[in-house]
């Protein structure tokens, strides 16, 4: 079978697994604020996606998620899923001889996206406990060269949940901007981190800023998000898009609804998940070989390093599997150090991290000596 259709049909039987608790996408899984619930049924019995939406989203939408970032000056442009925004950001900027910089680990698919345009590909590798799984400003001058048209910084990073401090994004964008480079601003978590500042303040002309409702708000299988920039370098984003006909209604309806409560209502998803993670760090502290390297987390994730436990992630990953819990291998951000990690998901019921916890001194023991694990994705 081709690669692409077993990971399908992998993804197919997860979905369709009754009572999974999902810990392995940093998806939201909180009950949603009524009125959120409200604004869908609304959109639904009234049978508004009968109609296309604007090309770049509805404009209360637009104007609430500048609203919600604090910027002016800037357009936003909807899309479906923060990760289309990625997508359209990377094939039209980068071109064959261009060099695309990020890290390793980080978000796999603007890699591949870049790489697709011809681009080439310098991921810097920051898992270093001594550099506290940060990148430098020395790793990132480093790296650029006259060629580089791309930088994207993931903060809070996805896997690992560490976020940038103020003068460090301030030097990657002083970096950017004397290589006249573009930077991506991969916010997709900035609403779990403490003290999260945005690369537009220091670099508007050339910053592109992501924006996800499918972490916070929990609409991941809505599809919607935006990208977030100059007006002049929208215009040249949404010249071709995949979309040109305008993303969800439903969902946009929807994240309508949840900007306007998001005040009131996410402080409780903030405290809840930071809830789990103390639990989890709990657990993780009892069973030898395990460790939590970098807590608290500013995503709604936490990782766990396995490298002194004699057990690989996959083999954690497929003990929890057979419990109805699905987890993350670490090989799925990365291959230099996928192996050492797991990654686990904190915006969920507090009796699904209770579960895990549970389920975690036994797992680390099945997960020994098991060389046989099917394909994971």
């Known amino acids: 079978m081709r690669e692409f ?10 979905f369709s697994t009754k009572g999974l608790y999902w810990l392995g996408q940093n998806t939201n899984h909180l009950p949603m604020h ?5 604004a869908l049924r609304d959109a639904v019995e009234a049978e508004e996606f009968h109609a296309y939406a604007p090309p770049a989203g509805f404009e209360e939408l637009r104007r609430l998620i500048l609203q919600d970032l604090g910027i002016e000056g800037a357009s936003v442009y909807c ?16 071109e064959p001889g261009d060099t695309f910089v990020t890290t390793d680990p980080g978000w796999k698919w603007p890699v591949a996206f870049t790489r697709a345009a011809g681009a080439k590909v310098i991921e810097i590798p920051i898992y270093d406990p001594a550099a506290k799984f940060k990148l430098t400003p020395a790793q990132l001058e480093a790296a650029v060269t006259p060629t580089t048209k791309l930088i994207y910084i993931v903060d809070p990073n996805n896997p690992l949940g560490i976020r940038y401090e103020a003068q460090e994004i301030e030097a990657f964008c002083a970096i950017a ?17 403490d003290g999260h500042t945005l690369a537009w303040r220091f670099y508007p002309e050339r910053t592109i800023v992501t924006y996800s409702f ?6 991941a299988g809505l ?6 920039a100059h007006p002049d370098l929208i215009e040249r984003l949404a010249a071709a898009p995949p979309n040109t006909l305008g993303g969800s209604v439903i969902a946009q309806k929807a994240a309508i609804a949840g900007l306007k409560i998001k005040d009131s209502w996410f402080p409780g998803v903030q405290a809840l998940q930071r809830r789990n993670q103390d639990a989890m760090r709990q657990a993780v502290a009892k069973v030898p070989g395990l460790a939590m390297p970098i807590y608290p987390s500013h ?8 490298t002194q436990a004699g057990i690989t992630p996959e083999a954690l990953v497929d003990a929890y599997r057979e419990q109805g819990v699905m987890i993350r291998q670490g090989s799925y951000h990365s291959k230099t150090c996928g192996h050492r990690f797991v990654k686990v998901s904190t915006t969920v019921p ?4 209770a579960r895990f916890c549970a389920l975690l001194p036994r797992m680390a023991e099945a997960a020994r000596g098991r060389n046989q694990v099917g394909p994971l994705f």
């Open 214 to 219: 499918s972490k916070w708000l929990g609409l």
């Open 5 to 14: 259709e077993a990971k399908n049909r992998y993804f197919d039987e997860l």
């Open 79 to 94: 899309t479906d899923g923060a990760v289309e925004g990625l997508y359209i950001a990377c094939r039209t900027l980068a």
């Open 299 to 306: 995503g709604n994730f936490v990782i766990i390093d396995v």
């Open 177 to 193: 901007k004397r290589a006249g480079a573009y930077l991506i601003h991969d916010c997709t978590y900035r609403h779990f981190a």
């Open 350 to 353: 507090e009796d699904w991290s």
């Open 223 to 228: 599809r919607v998000g935006a990208v977030v």
């Open 34 to 38: 009524p009125a959120v619930k409200q």
